[in-house]
């Protein structure tokens, strides 16, 4: 048997139902979505990858936070790295304008800033992965709608198969047309799968990165504040 051309496979598609058309359009909807996305994503995460290293450098220099601050926010404001930052420094700053006990002021200060650090990083992983979900979904609808064409595809041809006529001749080209729908849809499937688990891994790498800026965010409040930390021992419980 020949291997179909390109002209052949596309003849095969014109002649099929409209049923089995209107699976090969949302079948060609979906891969031009998932390969868009795929290529954007691969884009902003290998962006915001190296923007969230280089400033988790700059925080962990020896100096003052000011001067860390001032290099993170030429960063564009939709950055993660920038919003991690802004986040725990408007925080510091609320806290740090509260009038309290010294004894107590840099234990209150460092809890709060800790936790809008945490949530910060939460938000912008949870943006990051939104996305995503188009993926997962291409991944998992794809291949059944693939075979519900295929099925269709197979009763239909077996519905038209009139007594005495040779069953070869009569399904094959049913078949093929059947057949076809659901190599497209492991076509279209696999590369948003494999997309996808490479893509959750990145982000964990990036949720790493952040947390990392986190941890040296507060060190250089820490540093800030020593004198609160330093003044007054915690009180007994």
Not at 199 to 211: H, M, R, W
Request: glycine residues 10%; aromatic residues 6%; negative net charge.
């Amino acid at each position: 048997m020949e291997p179909m051309s390109d002209s052949g496979f596309w003849t095969l598609v014109l002649e099929t139902g409209p049923v089995i058309k209107a699976v090969f359009a949302v079948l060609l909807a979906m891969s031009l979505a998932s390969w868009s996305l795929i290529f954007l994503k691969w884009y902003e995460l290998r962006k915001v990858r190296a923007q969230a290293r280089e400033d988790r450098r700059a925080f962990s220099r020896p100096g003052g936070l000011r001067e860390a601050m001032a290099g993170i926010n030429q960063r564009p404001e939709a950055a993660p790295s920038r919003r991690v930052a802004e986040q725990g420094g408007q925080e510091l700053q609320r806290m740090a304008e509260l009038d309290l006990d010294p004894g107590l002021k840099g234990r209150v200060v460092l809890d709060c800033v800790r936790h809008a650090l945490q949530d910060e990083v939460q938000a912008q992983g949870d943006r990051l992965h939104g996305s995503l979900s188009l993926l997962a979904t291409v991944g998992n609808v794809a291949p059944l709608l693939g075979l519900f064409g295929t099925v269709w595809g197979i009763m239909n041809s077996f519905s038209h198969i009139t007594g005495g006529a040779d069953l070869v001749s009569g399904v094959a080209p049913g078949l093929a047309e059947a057949l076809s729908t659901t190599a497209f849809g492991l076509i279209v499937a696999i590369p948003a799968v494999l997309a996808h688990n490479a893509y959750i891994k990145q982000l964990g790498n990036i949720e790493a990165e952040l947390a990392a800026l986190s941890g040296a965010f507060m060190n250089r409040v820490k540093e800030r504040f020593s004198e609160y930390l330093t003044c007054a021992p915690a009180p007994e419980e």
